[in-house]
């Protein structure tokens, strides 16, 4: 089975700290996602990575950077926490299957709460 | 570039039928997949159609009408754990996906 962790499920920031958040897939996945989860606006995707030292802008990458220093490692970083980065922050790894189709698979979500 | 519609909430029965409708605006298309995600859980995947016509996985089928614009998910008979939000999502290029906002279904006795 495929598994994607991710460091923490709940973690609670002040303003203004830099916030790390780990997510470490073992398929060999060449692409990582990071998404956040609000109620009411889906999944959005913040940054994400087709390879070792690669990254690429998402929908919303403003105030958030990525490091993808190993194939199974993408870190999500808030350089500098605000109260509107609370949410669910989800990390996604995939692989395309027989038929082309991209298939993500999903870590269990980190609830970051920024006071 | 590209977004998805799909209601926000639909309440069905167990033991009934229900459909998940998903109309989509992209600016290249190659295929509709569906996720399934439970309250505190991750999104998992449920299905991927590239052709039009239907995909059935045992109680689970996915649309796809490529000339509409138009999919969905249809739920067939219900169960309580079926209860969950789903989600329909296209490729955006670059092996990424564009998620609709989901649509809650609330399965009740």
């Known amino acids: 089975d495929v598994k994607v962790t991710q460091s923490s499920r709940y973690l609670v920031k002040r303003t203004g700290e830099k916030v790390f958040l780990e997510c470490v897939q073992d398929?060999?996945?060449?692409?990582m996602f990071w998404y956040r989860q609000d109620p009411g606006l889906g999944l959005r995707l913040i940054y994400f990575?087709?390879?070792?030292?690669?990254?690429e802008k998402g929908d919303i990458p403003e105030g958030y950077s990525v490091s993808r220093e190993k194939k199974e490692r993408f870190s999500l970083i808030l350089e500098s926490a605000s109260t509107n980065q609370t949410s669910m922050y989800l990390c996604?790894?995939?692989?395309?299957?027989?038929?082309?189709?991209?298939?993500?698979?999903f870590g269990p979500g980190t609830r970051l709460l920024v006071l | 570039g590209q977004s998805l519609e799909q209601p926000s909430e639909v309440t069905a029965v167990e033991g009934a039928i229900v459909q998940i409708n998903c109309t989509y605006q992209?600016?290249?298309?190659?295929?509709l997949s569906w996720y399934q995600q439970h309250d505190g859980g991750a999104p998992t995947f449920l299905s991927y159609?590239?052709?039009?016509g239907l995909e059935e996985t045992g109680r689970f089928s996915s649309f796809l009408s490529r000339s509409d614009s138009y999919g969905y998910l249809l739920l067939q008979e219900l169960q309580m754990k079926d209860s969950a939000s789903y989600f329909c999502?296209?490729?955006?290029?670059?092996?990424?996906?564009?998620f609709g906002t989901g649509t809650q279904l609330k399965v009740e006795l």
């Open positions: 159609n590239a052709l039009d």
């Open positions: 990575s087709y390879d070792v030292k690669m990254k």
């Open positions: 999502a296209v490729p955006g290029g670059g092996n990424k996906l564009t």
């Open positions: 996604a790894s995939s692989s395309q299957s027989d038929r082309g189709e991209e298939t993500q698979y």
């Open positions: 398929m060999d996945h060449e692409n």
């Open positions: 992209t600016s290249g298309f190659y295929g």
